[in-house]
């Protein structure tokens, strides 16, 4: 069992930096792919990035092409079982609720089904 939950709920201006951070519970977090999502108003729930580590090769991470790539960076500190977020250059389409996500199936991390617990979400608003 993993609980996570996100802190940085904030109002940003269009172009500043942002970023999300999400501890996690539990005694295995390096086991654990971490991913972020994000749900604008109105749209569905989508997929922004994911972190997976390994002893041999560290942290490997994915990202959403052209909506965030280039702009957001994730990573993990497993000695503090947390995973950031950091958002630069936010434009005002950013704006969305932001969860993390775990999921020990390394397979479908770009799916929202593919993970197995969720944090409860946090508001980020970009200002433009």
């Known amino acids: 069992q993993v609980q996570l939950a996100e802190s940085g709920v904030g109002l940003v201006q269009a172009g500043g930096s942002w970023r999300l951070s999400c501890p996690a519970s539990?005694?295995?977090?390096?086991?654990?792919?971490m991913g972020w999502f994000r749900r604008a108003s109105g749209k569905e729930r989508e997929f922004a990035a994911a972190?997976?580590?390994?002893?041999?090769?560290?942290?490997?991470?994915?990202y959403a092409d052209s909506s965030v790539k280039g702009r957001f960076t994730i990573s993990r500190d497993n000695a503090k079982n947390t995973v950031y977020l950091q958002m630069n250059s936010l434009k005002a389409e950013d704006t969305a609720v932001y969860y993390c996500?775990?999921?020990?199936?390394?397979?479908?991390?770009?799916?929202?089904?593919?993970?197995?617990?969720w944090g409860q979400g946090a508001q980020v608003t970009v200002s433009s």
């Open positions: 972190i997976r580590w390994s002893r041999w090769s560290g942290g490997s991470t994915y």
């Open positions: 539990g005694r295995t977090f390096n086991s654990y792919l």
């Open positions: 996500a775990a999921a020990l199936d390394f397979t479908r991390l770009t799916f929202d089904g593919g993970y197995d617990y």
